[in-house]
């Protein structure tokens, strides 16, 4: 088994695999930013635009609707128009969007630059694994799309570190920094950075192959895998490709309904499935609630930084666990052990809370050993979440549909996994509200319990399988 892999890796030009992946990962990298500039902006916001709960709830919201649009119409239009373009398209509205943000004077304006954001993040959180996956031999494909997830959490990361030294040269994210503009301008500035390199670098990279013959430019394709492997081995997955794509006609979001049966493929369903369990599991939430976990414990106001590095620290080495086991381990396994090791952290986390006191208004209190123990489960829980359901969900999606209707399988999952999010985001504080904290966090933990027996009876492992393969199997 050794000597094949090491065959297989022979035949393959890595380093030119790998630059194409990182390339289609730093979309990843944006995602999280831009995902995570939001948190250290809140206040600021509020006083700069004079808004009031609700009104700066909806600002922070607001690139969510963007995200489920944007995961629901790049699918499809990558099929019409190919990968590269919509990523491309994608970078300048993260380019645009960050500018517009930091330049906003009112809730309204700074509202529609989020939402553009949104656009772009939800196109980059479903193409650049797809990317990815169709361009990386199988034997790494899952380590490789996982660089996904491993620049998401940078992201998030990096944007948590951007935000707390820009306030703090400033004195603060409302106070004024460079050539008079407020510090949370310069947090929206600062993804200018990142979002220009993408776009330079996607000028650089080549349309995917899977796309290319899918648009009957089976000779172009060749040359691309050709320049990934060698032209006798690209010559066979051209013929391979053909097999398994509609080479008179471009998908169209239609091509899920099978038409034998006429009804959606099953593989759809599965899909579909693992991107509302991602997010039902709770993650958002556990993030969201952090801070108050922490200062439950006893920590201070001040030392939120510290808990974020910690949480984000945590993130980032189990997302390296993730690359390191998803092609040794396989998918399947991941998503089960991850299933249960999430569900008994959050069970663990609704005994605590339920037996601390709490309410809506005031939060909750609970005694030092009590604190510490939910601060533990809360990172064990992310770390479950990060070696499994946060990289392999994005792995499984970008590589389990086939080639005849990927796009499309991939719009319909991005937007349950964005509609999700949303749902969840929107519904914590009314659960909070209602039935308190402990049962809350009770309701996550039982749909760990159903992404556990979901995974192990609908979800087929797809380790060391060639696209083709896959989608010969859905055949």
Same mark, same amino acid.
């Given at each position: ?47 700069? &635009? ?29 099929? %019409? ?49 797809? !990317? ?24 998030? &990361? ?26 949370? @301008? ?15 670098? /996607? ?8 796309? /290319? ?104 080495? &189990?997302?390296?666990?993730?690359? !390191? ?5 396989? @998918? ?71 080639? %005849? ?16 999010? &949303? ?17 809350? !966090? ?13 995974? @192990? ?7 060391? %399988? ?10």
């Amino acid at each position: 088994m050794e000597q094949q892999g090491v065959s297989a890796a022979s035949e393959n030009n890595l380093p030119r695999v790998i630059f194409l992946s990182v390339v289609a990962a730093l979309g990843g990298f944006l995602f999280g930013f831009d995902s995570g500039v939001i948190n250290g902006t809140v206040g600021a916001l509020q006083e700069a &635009f004079d808004s009031d709960a609700v009104g700066t709830g909806f600002n922070v919201a607001s690139m969510l609707l963007g995200c489920a649009a944007g995961a629901f119409f790049a699918g499809t239009l990558a099929d %019409k128009f190919g990968r590269k373009h919509v990523l491309i398209v994608a970078a300048i509205a993260f380019i645009i969007s960050a500018w517009g943000s930091g330049i906003s004077a009112s809730s309204s304006q700074f509202v529609f630059f989020r939402i553009m954001g949104g656009l772009a993040v939800g196109a980059a959180s479903i193409l650049s694994p797809a !990317y990815i996956g169709e361009i990386a031999p199988a034997n790494i494909r899952g380590r490789l799309i996982s660089l996904q997830q491993l620049a998401i959490v940078l992201g998030l &990361f990096l944007a948590f570190f951007s935000n707390y030294n820009l306030a703090n040269a400033a004195g603060g994210a409302s106070a004024e920094l460079w050539w008079g503009f407020g510090a949370w @301008r310069w947090m929206f500035w600062m993804e200018l950075i990142p979002a220009s390199l993408f776009f330079i670098f /996607l000028l650089l990279i080549p349309e995917s192959p899977r796309y /290319l013959v899918a648009a009957n430019r089976s000779d172009r394709a060749m040359e691309v895998l050709a320049s990934l492997t060698n032209m006798e081995k690209a010559r066979r997955q051209v013929a391979e490709i053909q097999q398994t794509v509609f080479g008179e006609r471009k998908p169209r979001l239609s091509d899920i309904i099978n038409k034998k049966t006429g009804q959606v493929h099953p593989i759809v369903w599965v899909g579909i499935g693992l991107a509302a369990l991602q997010q039902f599991t709770g993650i958002n939430v556990v993030f969201y609630y952090g801070s108050v976990l922490w200062q439950a414990a006893g920590f201070t106001e001040a030392d939120a930084l510290l808990t974020n590095v910690i949480s984000g620290g945590v993130n980032i080495a &189990f997302t390296f666990l993730a690359i !390191y086991l998803v092609e040794r381990v396989g @998918r399947k396994p991941l998503l089960m052990i991850g299933a249960l090791g999430q569900a008994v952290m959050l069970g663990l986390l609704a005994i605590i809370f339920a037996m601390g006191a709490e309410d809506a208004a005031h939060g909750i209190e609970m005694g030092g050993t009590s604190g510490i123990m939910a601060l533990l489960a809360a990172n064990l829980y992310i770390a479950f979440f990060a070696f499994t359901w946060g990289p392999i969900m994005w792995v499984m999606l970008g590589e389990m549909f086939s080639n %005849k209707f990927r796009g499309a399988a991939l719009a319909v999952a991005g937007l349950t996994q964005w509609g999700s999010n &949303f749902l969840i985001t929107i519904s914590f504080p009314v659960l909070l509200a209602s039935i308190g904290l402990g049962v809350s !966090y009770g309701i996550y933990a039982a749909f760990g319990l159903i992404a556990y027996f979901f995974v @192990r009876r609908l979800v087929t492992e797809t380790k060391g %399988k060639t696209l083709e393969e896959i989608s010969l199997d859905q055949e």
